[in-house]
């Protein structure tokens, strides 16, 4: 056998997304801000139920689900650029080839939201399925939660009502922001329904975003005190 051609051969692509699955679960076990592999998980599943019901690429989309945060901007001082080398090494490492890699690399650079004011276009279906996805979990019940969760993570006020939401025209004006937690339903969370990539996405986002509507006019009546 040619063991030299062998070790240059491209991964099969089901081998690929398992071993890149067994990589990231390793990586994000444990991380409790909101982004821990659950999260990962949730993006994963959602990413490939769009992807098949808008006829995307499967296995890219999978990849670019399972990599989207694998170096989020929040732990890296706000750099964008760490995400797409760090899935292009883990990438390479596990066999990739270079068309899949480059493919994968355009998702994990469209995914993130980076404030109201700034467009996130996509450039591939899979981007979209992807971005989708990810939006989806961070709205409905999950989102809720893991919004109060990012919340407490870093110290920050529930709710202030002397505090009112900013329109974020920049990334930096977005992530440097350290407001209380409700004015992320405003600034990001009640937005994210008309801003879905693909039906697939917008038909979910509607449920999700009619829950949240519901559950902030509850959470500002029992604010006053005047809930039923
Ligand atoms: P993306 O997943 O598009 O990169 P973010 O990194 O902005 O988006 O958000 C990831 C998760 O953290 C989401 O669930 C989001 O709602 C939550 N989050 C981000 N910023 C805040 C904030 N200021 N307050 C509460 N939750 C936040
Ligand atoms: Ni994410």
Redesign the pocket.
């Given at each position: 056998m040619d063991l030299k051609h062998n070790v240059m051969q491209a991964a099969d692509p089901t081998e690929l997304i398992r071993s890149v699955e067994r990589e990231v679960k390793e990586r994000f076990q444990g991380e409790g801000?909101?982004?821990d592999w659950w999260h990962i998980y949730r993006v994963y599943q959602m990413a490939q139920r769009i992807a098949k019901a808008e006829g995307a690429d499967v296995h890219i989309t999978s990849l670019g689900a399972l990599l989207h945060?694998i170096a989020?901007?929040?732990f890296h001082g706000g750099d964008l650029t760490v995400g797409a080398l760090e899935t292009d090494r883990l990438l390479r490492a596990n066999r990739a080839d270079d068309a899949t890699i480059e493919r994968v690399v355009r998702i994990v650079n469209e995914?993130?939201?980076k404030g109201a004011g700034v467009e996130t276009p996509v450039s591939s279906l899979e981007a979209a399925c992807v971005q989708d996805a990810?939006?989806l979990?961070?709205i409905g019940a999950v989102?809720i939660a893991?919004?109060?969760a990012?919340?407490g993570a870093?110290g920050?006020l529930l709710f202030d009502p002397d505090c009112p939401p900013v329109w974020h025209d920049s990334f930096e004006a977005?992530a440097g922001?350290k407001?209380a937690?409700i004015?992320?339903f405003h600034?990001?969370?009640l937005l994210l329904k008309d801003r879905m990539q693909t039906n697939t996405g917008r038909q979910i986002a509607l449920s999700r975003h009619r829950f949240m509507e519901e559950y902030m006019t509850q959470f500002h009546h029992e604010w006053e005190g005047d809930d039923a």
């Open positions: 801000s909101g982004h945060d989020d901007h929040k995914v993130t939201f990810d939006r979990d961070a989102g893991r919004a109060f990012y919340g870093k920050r977005y922001d407001g937690t004015n992320h600034e990001k969370l």
